[in-house]
């Protein structure tokens, strides 16, 4: 399956590399296009991608098309490429904000679309991603789809109505984390440790912390339980970050995050 990608900013990049790491997708069925050569020729050819003159050409060299433009170019780009893609061809967009009913209104109407959230890990296989489908994507090409996804991480299906929502916790929720783990590194400086060490061992803590909660099936507050002994001292830091805000900062954040994201502020 040749996948072409329009515009290879940092999220289209992210799944690129993530694919390169696995042997779902060759490198050389990977074309690519943005609008300054500069910036991606070289990756191209540092990867050994296919780099196209023009959408166009990408678009009738491409199995799949996927859209990773900013949501403002998405409706001239689809225009430019109207003539080099067929109704059968899937659209893959990952467009902010940009609906599938709006997607196939600038396409052809049984056009079939997956429309996808992905995040930045997906640039190590860790990634988390929402997909939602219209009803022309379906089948074995639906399923070929989620498995390339499936390749870079998690993926769930939502309606796009909790879209917004799942940005906030885990789009953006990898800005906050790592703001965690910075935390937590500072910290360690104040305590002896230089930033590297400590960096290393807030995230290698969080990573492995993340891990268990997944395979243990185990709720976070089970896990803070075991961790808490009666009267330690895990059990003082936990109600001293509690009676700073923690809960209701990291609440806030995500509150913010989605009102901006849904034009409610």
């Not at 780009?77 to 967009?93: A, K, R």
């Not at 917004?164 to 953006?172: D, E, L, R, V, Y």
């Not at 509690?242 to 994201?261: F, M, P, R, W």
Request: charged share 20%; proline share 4%.
């Amino acid at each position: 399956m040749k996948i072409g990608f329009i515009g290879v900013g940092a999220m289209a990049r992210a799944i690129i590399d993530g694919l390169l790491k696995t042997n779902v997708v060759a490198p050389g069925d990977i074309l690519i296009h943005a609008n300054h050569p500069d910036r991606y020729e070289p990756y191209a050819k540092e990867n050994g991608l296919v780099a196209c003159a023009t959408n166009s050409e990408l678009t009738s060299k491409s199995d799949v098309v996927v859209i990773g433009v900013v949501p403002a170019v998405v409706q001239p780009v689809l225009q430019e490429i109207s003539d080099s893609l067929t109704n059968t061809q899937p659209i893959i967009s990952m467009a902010s904000g940009i609906t599938i009913n709006r997607l196939e209104e600038l396409t052809d109407k049984s056009q079939p679309i997956l429309r996808i959230l992905p995040n930045v890990n997906s640039a190590y296989k860790a990634g988390m991603t929402a997909v939602a489908s219209n009803e022309f994507l379906k089948g074995e090409t639906l399923d070929d789809l989620l498995k390339i996804m499936r390749a870079i991480g998690e993926v769930l299906e939502l309606p796009e109505s909790q879209f917004a929502n799942f940005s906030a916790i885990s789009g953006s929720a990898v800005a906050y984390i790592d703001f965690f783990i910075d935390a937590l590194s500072r910290a360690g400086v104040k305590y002896g440790f230089d930033k590297a060490t400590a960096t290393k061992i807030a995230a290698q803590t969080t990573l492995g912390s993340a891990q268990a909660l997944i395979e243990s099936g185990e709720t976070p507050a089970e896990i803070i339980d075991k961790v808490c002994s009666p009267g330690g001292d895990t059990i003082a830091g936990i109600l001293a970050m509690e009676q700073a805000g923690l809960l209701n900062a990291v609440v806030k954040g995500i509150d913010a995050t989605i009102e901006k994201s849904t034009g409610n502020n």
